[in-house]
């Protein structure tokens, strides 16, 4: 009965939707201020419908009510509770279900703080937005039903697959989904405003902060999906560019150029045309990201399913989106009034290059995800290629280090026009860290790709030259501390966020190269009793016993590791056959310092009593994803900047001229 | 500085950053894609022993070999016409069995040997990669209900 009330509910919500999508936008167009104002209660109808729909789903799972298809196919009832409910969205109809619950709630929370937005974009905002929903409403409905029953219903279901029961993976698709969605809004702003002809300061200003959120929101996710390929697939690898990396990361490369030329638009009223075109491809991406992978276009583990109804139907859509947006953009685009002038060399020089940059970048992995779709069609299958890791290495990471060298010098220029000695001058102490940095990492590690060694010294170029900024700002060492306390706690938020997002960066840079550089693998067939080295550390094999799990059966192998005679941790890697898909995983055991890690896996037995082993030292590894979390807090601390809060009162007088340097 | 020299210049950084982008993806396009093939092509054309391969096709029962050290596993990938021996040194993926699907990623040696440097096999016992789905129907051994993608 639930689930049917819950079926029902996801109707409800595009009834509440197709309203919200209409009447608020003929409103708009004729200047009809109630018809406008239907918009707000019409979203929060819809979220409430869609709430309730989401419950209702999440009852079956959590009650094991093998009567749903859905459930039957993913759930199990001797799971863990939490996988239970995890398994909601770790199928392809569930996770469209998550993905409208994420869309009506930005929509909802746009209608809930955009009390001082102009009352005709809001409405076209949330119109906008409403479509959006549509589309996705229709597709849930009539290509993939989570609310389907079956008859009779079985005793028991299919189990969701082992490698999603994992604490990493169930809230890495809630996170991805909520920057890919997040980004519906700068897109539905867009839009908006191009239906509206109008694009200012203030719309940036109200642009920015959902592009923040959806932004930390997507890093975030990017983050716990390698972190969770890094300890669940025991390839100690934390990223494989795969074609589901790829695409969510994608719109993250455009999202963060889009972080960077709304700024722009806000305080120089320029490269607004090139801003609301960023909107829109961002958000494109992010469909393509959803849809590309899940039709199963590009196979992949997260292809969950294909039929050429569904495939038909995201064709249908992906074309309507993204075609009729370009085609709005680029009837209406040139009407867009053009605004400040600025030299090369300045802030707003600085921000075209980075977004150069990150487009550049973004058409590189585009190009190295579909080429291989591409080139088959115009072969018309003969030709099946991959496109690997050497291509992307040979092209996105060139294309990286520049830019990650000209992040450091960009925050020194000023608005406008902008002196490129006194910039580099600034940056003495962040060269003088470089070149002790790529030193130590040289003398540390005995030699070395030359390469490796240089980026370790952009990334600490960046990170000084980050903190060097900051420092500046608040003149620290230059003034008495109190002073300089003051200064700080006067900073706009948004200039503490830049510090932080950058020099996370730089510590993600760190850990990407050590990793990948300085790793150590040692791959043998142990006795028990036997030991192996790796670098520096021994690892006494001590053998395997037999364990059992709720729904699965392990081989935990168990190992004492030692440095310089001393033990210091207990390894436990396992491999687990779970019994309902008979499916083994491997779950690798991991000893992390701040500085490396050290990961263990055991493959197969080789009958004789020795197992095969597979070792790894990786240096800064963790560093990633620390790197990773100080990026998100940088961007949560941006967000949580006065002068983007929306609905904020205007800044008084006095914090103006404290921040005068103007805040990035 | 006026409009026009400031396009002029973002048309030469754009010129630039692309120009340079375009070069380094038709250079990477050149010598870093691994070509699929299945056994039968395999035979049938032998590329030159530089180039990737990804040799898509099933495990042919009976063929896995494990050497003494444990670590060196011998086997014959087929599309049920040809089949092609394989070399490995490593952990198989957990999915690897006797008439799984499997890809593997290598070059070819002059011996006749492909030498793999990677084994993969999908997450899920009832995924075909859709190339070794496609190689299988091309040599007639496609049955329904072998699962994969189409």
């Known amino acids: ?664 | 500085m006026t409009r026009k020299r400031r396009r002029l210049y973002i048309v030469v950084a754009v010129l630039l950053v692309f120009g340079s982008a375009t070069g380094l993806v038709l250079i990477a396009l050149d010598d870093s894609l691994d070509l699929f093939q299945s056994p039968s092509q395999l035979i049938a054309s032998p590329p030159p022993p530089e180039r990737g391969i990804r040799l898509g096709g099933l495990v042919e029962e009976g063929t896995v070999l494990r050497a003494t050290d444990g670590l060196s596993v011998s086997f014959r990938i087929t599309d049920g016409a040809q089949s092609v021996p394989v070399n490995y040194q490593g952990i198989l993926p957990d999915l690897f069995r006797e008439g799984q699907g499997v890809i593997t990623l290598g070059k070819m040696s002059p011996e006749g040997t492909f030498v793999a440097r990677e084994v993969l096999a999908k997450h899920d016992e009832n995924y075909l990669p859709r190339e070794v789905v496609d190689a299988l129907k091309e040599s007639g051994q496609w049955r329904e209900g072998m699962g994969g993608t189409e």
């Open chain 1, 1 to 664: 009965m639930i689930v049917e009330l819950g079926h029902f509910a996801l109707i409800l919500a595009l009834v509440a939707a197709v309203l919200q999508g209409s009447l608020p936008m003929i409103g708009a167009a004729r200047g009809n201020h109630a018809w406008m104002e239907l918009a707000r209660p019409a979203a929060l109808t819809q979220l409430l419908l869609v709430v309730f729909a989401f419950s209702a789903l999440t009852h079956a799972y959590v009650t094991s009510d093998f009567s749903v298809a859905n459930v039957v196919e993913n759930s199990h009832s001797a799971k863990p509770l939490l996988y239970k409910i995890t398994g909601v969205w770790g199928n392809h109809e569930g996770s469209m279900l998550l993905w409208i619950l994420i869309l009506a709630a930005f929509g909802s929370a746009v209608a809930v703080f955009g009390g001082n937005l102009p009352p005709s974009l809001r409405a076209r905002v949330l119109g906008v937005q409403a479509w959006i929903g549509i589309g996705f409403i229709l597709f849930t409905l009539f290509t993939s039903n989570p609310f389907l029953r079956v008859f009779p219903a079985p005793l028991d279901g299919q189990d969701l697959n082992p490698l999603l029961q994992d604490p990493g993976l169930a809230f890495h698709p809630p996170m991805l989904y909520a920057g890919y969605v997040g980004f519906s809004i700068a897109f539905s702003f867009a839009i908006a405003a191009l239906i509206e002809g109008k694009v200012d300061a203030a719309w940036a200003r109200w642009v920015r902060p959902w592009t923040l959120l959806a932004w930390s929101f997507l890093t975030g996710g990017i983050a716990l999906g390698s972190w969770w390929a890094y300890y669940e697939l025991g390839w100690g690898g934390w990223w494989f560019w795969d074609p589901v990396e790829n695409v969510s990361f994608m719109p993250w490369l455009l999202g963060t150029a889009l972080l960077h030329s709304a700024i722009v638009v806000e305080k120089r009223n320029a490269l607004k045309v090139w801003t609301i075109l960023l909107a829109i491809l961002t958000f494109s991406l992010s469909l393509i990201g959803t849809f590309v992978v899940r039709s199963g276009v590009l196979t992949s583990v997260h292809a969950f399913a294909t039929d050429p109804e569904r495939g038909f139907f995201i064709l249908i859509l992906l074309a309507v989106t993204i075609g009729g947006s370009l085609i709005l953009f680029a009837i209406r685009a040139p009407a867009l009034k053009a605004g400040g002038l600025f030299a090369p060399i300045s802030r707003e020089g600085a921000m075209v290059i980075n977004n150069l940059f990150l487009a550049a970048a973004c058409a590189t992995v585009f190009l190295g995800t579909l080429y291989p779709l591409i080139l088959e069609m115009l072969t018309d299958g003969r030709q099946k290629v991959s496109v690997g890791p050497p291509f992307f290495n040979a092209t996105f990471v060139p294309l990286m280090v520049p830019l990650v060298f000209l992040m450091a010098v960009g925050p020194m220029l000023p608005w406008k026009r902008g002196d490129l000695a006194g910039a580099l001058g600034r940056l003495k102490l962040a060269a003088l860290a470089a070149v002790t940095a790529a030193g130590l990492a040289y003398y540390l590690q005995s030699g070395g790709p030359v390469l490796a060694v240089g980026a370790i010294g952009v990334a600490a170029w960046l990170f000084v030259g980050a903190l060097v900024e900051w420092t500046d700002r608040v003149k620290l060492f230059r003034v008495p501390l109190a002073d300089s306390w003051h200064r700080a706690r006067n900073l706009p938020r948004a200039a503490h966020g830049m510090t932080l997002a950058h020099s996370g960066l730089a510590i993600v840079m760190a850990g990407m190269i050590g990793s990948s550089v300085w790793k150590t693998e040692v791959v043998t067939n142990l006795m028990p009793g036997e030991t192996i080295e790796v670098a520096g550390y021994s690892l006494l094999f001590d053998g395997v016993s037999s364990q059992a799990g709720p729904n699965y059966q392990a081989d935990r192998a168990r190992f004492t590791v030692t440095r310089e005679g001393e033990e210091i941790a207990v390894l436990f890697p396992e491999k687990r056959i779970y019994q309902v898909r008979s499916m083994p995983t491997t779950e690798a055991a991991i000893r992390t310092t701040l500085l490396a890690d050290l990961y263990a896996v055991i493959g197969d037995s080789d009958g004789q009593g020795g197992w095969t082993v597979r070792v790894y030292h990786e240096p800064l590894v963790p560093w990633i994803w620390l790197g990773c979390f100080v990026m998100v807090a940088g961007g949560l601390t941006s967000l949580s900047d006065r002068r983007l809060r929306v609905g904020a009162p205007r800044r008084r007088r006095k914090d103006q001229a404290a921040s005068r340097p103007a805040a990035a």
